[in-house]
């Protein structure tokens, strides 16, 4: 084609250096974007007619196209906002678009996006906002089972009401009681000093009545405290005592405040065997009277706690199958102790954030989390060939696949994912490119003066 064919090779070097020259703007324009992905250059050639080999042939012209970078992950850097996530090796967020304001509430598009963009933040009615206005999708998780509901992502929303009270029904119990227990009455060379006084009007099967408590609490050691929760919330501090009453024999005891009869009123009754496990639970006469229940050797379901007028009903003290023991150690008092319950009163909604697992965790002010979302993350097959959409996100296209949900990379809290382009490797590329239009531009001028040239030989 001569110099024609010469101007044509340089105008299209022109035009594709001028194509990486608009990608390493905008990569460097988005240097501090996050989630960006940069857009790379690559150059092919088309091949001018000619010759059936090479030796006949001549470079022909040549094109741009733009190369996905998805594949590289940008730096993660770590955040001190809770709501802050990055995701640690491939995939991306689910994410939509607002599509209008109904009643004051946001609805949704039926569209779907994909983005490593994760500087979220919750908005006043509760949804996950990137800075570029995408937001994030999850599977509801189910209260009770904690299993994820449906099998569609929906938009991430924390309801801002309050975690309602949970009543109390089981008090975990872990204790180690001495042998011979050192009590206020204890004396070594006094035989059964340890066990409960009965000299009085105190009996072994029945409740504590206010005028022995002194008695009472000289002969038998503590048993621990917890608080427990009423329907209502309302808080119940159960205070508990040990009193030995035979050999290996020992009764359990709650303190009822605010009776005006009772000052302790009896739980049970536990036997143990030589080897300090437990033999035996039973209920003596003022603790059946009350309802009072045993589970084997487990647990007793004590049907009413009262205490300062806040009841509970049918709550169970489980000591599973080791936890109670009766074992010589160094010290002659209640030791091991470890006492917890299911309860909780109600409680206000405080923070908001995302564990390592990929958990949307609810925070509330009874010292209550509740994990309220999960939040997926989409894998494709052919990444490169997604459509990129305004803020860092991305649209699934015939080519890329149908998002995967099951996989991809570990979400990492408080953080978030960095641009992947590089300010010192985009100028790199730049003075390579200022150097290669000008090459081109100078063949256009070099062209021109042969055309020249070759006009002047006819004149």
């Not at 007028?309 to 489980?318: H, L, Q, R, S, T």
């Not at 382009?421 to 070099?446: G, H, P």
Request: without cysteine; negative net charge.
């Amino acid at each position: 084609m001569g110099i024609y064919g010469a101007i044509n090779a340089a105008v299209s070097g022109l035009t594709a250096q001028s194509t990486a020259l608009e990608n390493i703007s905008g990569n460097v324009a988005n240097s501090q974007t996050t989630g960006y992905k940069r857009l790379d250059t690559t150059f092919a050639d088309l091949v001018s007619g000619g010759g059936s080999i090479q030796a006949s042939q001549v470079s022909g012209t040549t094109y741009a196209t733009s190369r996905a970078t998805n594949t590289l992950q940008g730096d993660i850097a770590s955040s001190d906002v809770d709501t802050y996530i990055a995701i640690n090796g491939e995939g991306y967020f689910v994410v939509t678009e607002a599509a209008d304001i109904v009643d004051g509430q946001t609805t949704f598009a039926d569209s779907t996006y994909y983005t490593r963009a994760g500087d979220f933040e919750v908005d006043r009615e509760g949804y996950f906002v990137n800075s570029s206005g995408y937001y994030l999708q999850g599977f509801e998780l189910d209260e009770t089972t904690g299993n994820p509901v449906g099998s569609e992502p929906t938009v991430v929303q924390i309801s801002s009401e309050p975690l309602a009270a949970q009543p109390s029904s089981a008090i975990t119990y872990q204790a180690n009681l001495p042998p011979v227990p050192e009590t206020s009455d204890y004396d070594p060379n006094t035989a059964n000093s340890d066990l409960l006084n009965t000299s009085g009007t105190i009996a072994a099967d029945e409740h504590i009545l206010s005028g022995d408590e002194t008695d009472f609490l000289n002969s038998s050691i503590i048993g621990g405290s917890t608080t427990i929760y009423d329907e209502n919330g309302s808080s119940i501090n159960v205070e508990m005592r040990w009193a030995k009453t035979a050999a290996n024999t020992w009764n359990l005891y709650y303190a009822s405040d605010g009776d005006a009869t009772d000052a302790y009123k009896l739980i049970g009754e536990v036997t143990f065997d030589a080897s300090g496990d437990v033999q035996a639970l039973a209920v003596p006469t003022d603790a059946a009277a009350d309802g009072n229940t045993v589970n084997g050797t487990t647990s007793f379901t004590v049907a009413s706690i009262a205490v300062n007028g806040v009841d509970a009903a049918n709550i169970e003290i489980n000591f599973g199958t080791s936890s109670l023991t009766q074992q010589a150690t160094n010290s002659s008092t209640t030791n091991s102790l470890s006492i917890s319950q299911n309860g909780y009163a109600a409680g206000e909604l405080e923070g908001i954030s995302v564990d390592s697992a990929g958990r949307v965790i609810a925070s509330y002010s009874n010292s209550q989390t509740r994990a309220v979302y999960e939040l997926p993350i989409a894998t494709f097959e052919a990444e490169q060939n997604l459509r990129r959409v305004d803020g860092a996100a991305f649209a699934a296209t015939s080519t890329s696949g149908e998002p995967d949900l099951s996989g991809g990379g570990t979400i990492i809290a408080n953080a978030m994912e960095l641009s992947n382009a590089d300010i010192a490797d985009e100028f790199a590329k730049l003075i390579i490119t200022q150097q290669a239009y000008s090459a081109n531009s100078r063949i256009v001028t070099s062209a021109d003066e042969m055309l020249d040239d070759a006009l002047n030989m006819v004149r």
